[in-house]
């Protein structure tokens, strides 16, 4: 559904200013020069890891605004980036320039945390993970429902169907489906790709296997045998695991509150709430952090207002996505909405 307008709204440039101060009431011999000095882009990173911060990027229809932002980003194969918000328009799709292309989803309004895009042949799905409506949801790229998996009963350890709030999906290469009831019980429930229940593993606690808000889950194809990424972010690290739940390791440096996370290469990207991203080598080390916010006081917040918000700068960050040239999209957890595009700089 396309709800307005996808041209670029006028602004007005520096050069467009100039053009408007070239005529006056003193002549031109008289009149004072004006120098706008050109904003140097802001550079993140270093060496083979370096971004450009693009400014406002992202442009809705007037009077669209983003809303919260509490969810994910994905990037499909023609490069479209898609977006949750906890509006009417749970999911807004932005054509790869950043011209607002569509949205979708006002059923799904408030809730829809988590968004995975999968590809089975020649299609592209999406998986979805709602806290609100308790299920996780398998739908096409325009929101059209396929299938809808609730409360996991035959894990025996649901009493009531509050008590599930899933909040990240990830399929494995077999088809799989993982589900991370992060903001419930914190356990994983693994399914087929048919959607019948196998097992579930985890629980409250911090002990190895165990996890406290197990936000967002990533199936990790790096190696020869997948395993799966679990952003245990309560307890300030990832958890490593075998796709049938048995615990290989725990990466605990360099992180604060790990949200989720993409891959490129052999790089993963994690998006981490305390206000920066932070990305890993192939033996999960650290290799460099983005945006790292200096005030304490405004990583992990909602509320900062937009006067605040600096470029280069990040507040919460709660989902990212690479996209086949290397650029990396950021949704953050803000009351007013944001995206930050960092484009991959040479």
């Not at 408007?20 to 003193?26: E, P, Q, R």
């Not at 968004?115 to 996780?136: C, D, I, N, Q």
Request: with cysteine; proline share 6%; aromatic share 6%.
């Amino acid at each position: 559904m396309d709800s307005g307008p996808r041209d670029r709204p006028h602004r007005l440039t520096r050069r467009s200013a100039l053009r408007l101060l070239g005529a006056g009431t003193v002549g031109a011999a008289l009149a004072p020069r004006i120098l706008l000095a050109r904003d140097e882009p802001v550079i993140l990173g270093e060496g083979s890891h370096r971004y450009e911060w693009v400014p406002g990027w992202g442009r809705l229809p007037e009077g669209m605004s983003l809303g919260n932002t509490h969810g994910c980003v994905v990037v499909d194969g023609a490069g479209r980036i898609y977006v949750n918000t906890d509006t009417e328009n749970a999911v807004i799709v932005f054509e790869p320039g950043g011209n607002f292309d569509r949205t979708w989803g006002a059923d799904l309004r408030g809730g829809l945390h988590g968004m995975t895009l999968v590809k089975e042949g020649s299609e592209e799905f999406l998986w979805l993970a709602h806290t609100g409506l308790h299920e996780v949801l398998k739908t096409t790229l325009d929101g059209k429902i396929l299938l809808r998996v609730g409360v996991p009963e035959k894990s025996g350890l649901y009493d009531s169907p509050e008590r599930y709030r899933p909040t990240s999906v990830a399929v494995a290469p077999n088809g799989d489906v993982y589900v991370a009831d992060g903001y419930g019980l914190s356990l994983i429930h693994h399914y087929t790709a048919k959607a019948e229940f196998l097992r579930t593993w985890g629980g409250a606690g911090s002990e190895p296997g165990k996890m406290r808000t197990p936000h967002g889950i990533f199936v990790d194809t790096r190696a020869e045998t997948p395993v799966l990424l679990v952003a245990d972010r309560e307890n300030h690290r990832i958890q490593v695991f075998g796709l049938d739940g048995t615990v290989l390791g725990l990466v605990i440096e360099e992180l604060r509150r790990p949200c989720n996370f993409d891959r490129r290469g052999d790089d993963i990207g994690v998006a981490d709430l305390e206000g920066r991203i932070t990305i890993l080598g192939r033996d999960n080390r650290l290799l460099v952090h983005l945006g790292d916010n200096p005030d304490p006081a405004k990583r992990a917040q909602n509320g900062v207002p937009r006067e605040q918000w600096k470029d280069g700068e990040f507040l919460a960050p709660h989902g990212l996505r690479f996209d086949a040239e290397g650029n990396l999209y950021v949704l953050e957890w803000l009351a007013l909405g944001r995206i930050v595009k960092l484009r991959r700089a040479p």
